[in-house]
């Protein structure tokens, strides 16, 4: 697997591949968890190329390197950052939007995976979408549960409850958000953020959720910070 730096070495890679070879993009933002993962095995069985593309400022380490080819990397890009008078607004002010979409345009992806709790992230490509078409599939690839952490199993078992209320009729906000609250709090979890969102959009709900709503929470457990994401009819 080839570590690429700058933008024309990943021109001239790309130039290299077979003219009918399928490209899939995923991009790492933040930590290289497991759900991450995931995500790049799904492109490298989509695909006969995956490009791995590294948001953050900080260089991926040897190890999260060696994990990425052991997933099915093709090549792993430390997405440089061309200067232009144009700056692209997502909506997500945590990720640069920007430099998702010259990568996008400089590889032209078949398809992009994302992993189901980076929701910012498919925000953003959501929103790319609306605004320049449909000229890349995008792949939200949900985890396993037997890869989820010991953290978010628990913070699952704990929300049955408001799963079970949404069932029987319940749908009001502010009363869902607060038997989350009591939930992850009798767990013993410390409530960092909480919200129901569109689950095509991913925009917050006002007032009342409806069946294809998302849950999104992002707690702390023994100081360590757990985030899920539920369907409202998830069991």
């Known amino acids: 697997m080839k570590l690429v730096a700058t933008k024309n070495e990943l021109e001239e890679i790309l130039l290299q591949l077979d003219l009918d070879a399928s490209l899939a993009v995923c991009f790492v933002h933040g930590a290289l968890d497991a759900q991450t993962i995931i995500a790049?095995?799904?492109a490298?069985?989509?695909?006969?190329?995956?490009?791995?593309?590294n948001l953050s400022i900080a260089p991926l380490s040897k190890v999260q390197c060696s994990l990425i080819e052991r997933a099915g990397g093709s090549f792993i890009y430390q997405g440089e950052k061309i200067s232009t008078k144009c700056v692209l607004d997502a909506g997500v002010g945590s990720i640069d939007a920007t430099l998702i979409m010259q990568t996008l345009i400089?590889?032209?992806?078949?398809?992009?995976?994302?992993?189901e709790n980076n929701t910012n992230l498919i925000k953003v490509l959501k929103n790319i979408?609306?605004?320049?078409?449909?000229?890349?599939t995008l792949q939200i690839k949900a985890t396993p549960v037997n890869l989820l952490?010991?953290?978010?199993?628990?913070?699952r078992e704990c929300l049955v409850p408001v799963l079970l209320e949404i069932q029987s009729g319940e749908s009001?906000?502010?009363?869902?958000?607060?038997?989350?609250?009591?939930?992850?709090k009798t767990a013993n979890f410390s409530l960092i953020y909480i919200a129901f969102v569109d689950g095509d959009t991913l925009?917050?709900?006002v007032g009342v959720v409806s069946p294809t709503s998302l849950l999104l929470v992002e707690a702390t457990l023994d100081g360590h910070v757990v985030k899920d994401i539920l369907s409202l009819f998830e069991k």
């Open 40 to 42: 790049i095995r799904n």
């Open 203 to 205: 925009e917050e709900h």
């Open 149 to 155: 952490s010991v953290g978010q199993k628990r913070m």
């Open 44 to 53: 490298e069985r989509l695909c006969d190329a995956v490009v791995v593309v």
């Open 106 to 115: 400089t590889v032209m992806p078949h398809t992009v995976t994302v992993a």
């Open 172 to 184: 009001d906000v502010e009363v869902l958000k607060g038997i989350c609250t009591q939930a992850l």
């Open 129 to 136: 979408q609306d605004t320049f078409g449909q000229f890349f």
